[in-house]
């Protein structure tokens, strides 16, 4: 069975940071690529950032480019995004993808 479980997310004051890990089971990740994305309320999901399953290229939404970095860990199962100079709008429930499968997502919410 396809897991993917996201952590991570919390309450930050604008300019802060959080660090949101997705642990994957039920798939090897070595080929797959990965992504977040963020549904803020009233809004419909975007993608935020991407890793590629081989040669690990990142894309990034030009909303968080510059500011939020992905990275993975194969041997740890997990992919995670440091969001650093968070803003008020960086405000969201954020989701973990492969392509396939979702997490349940993590709150993170920028309020000062």
């Known amino acids: 069975q396809v897991q993917l479980v996201e952590s991570g997310g919390g309450l930050v004051q604008p300019g802060g940071s959080l660090r949101l890990s997705c642990t994957v089971s039920?798939?090897?990740?070595?080929?797959?690529?990965m992504g977040w994305f963020r549904q803020a309320p009233g809004k419909e999901r975007e993608g935020v950032s991407c890793?590629?399953?081989?040669?690990?290229?990142?894309n990034y939404s030009d909303s968080v480019k510059g500011r939020f970095t992905i990275s993975r860990d194969v041997a740890w199962r997990t992919v995670y995004l440091q969001m650093d100079s968070l803003k008020l709008g960086d405000t969201a429930v954020y989701y973990c993808?492969?392509?396939?499968?979702w997490g349940r997502g993590t709150q993170v919410t920028v309020s000062s």
């Open positions: 890793i590629d399953g081989t040669i690990g290229s990142t």
């Open positions: 039920g798939f090897t990740m070595d080929y797959h690529a």
């Open positions: 993808h492969n392509g396939a499968n």
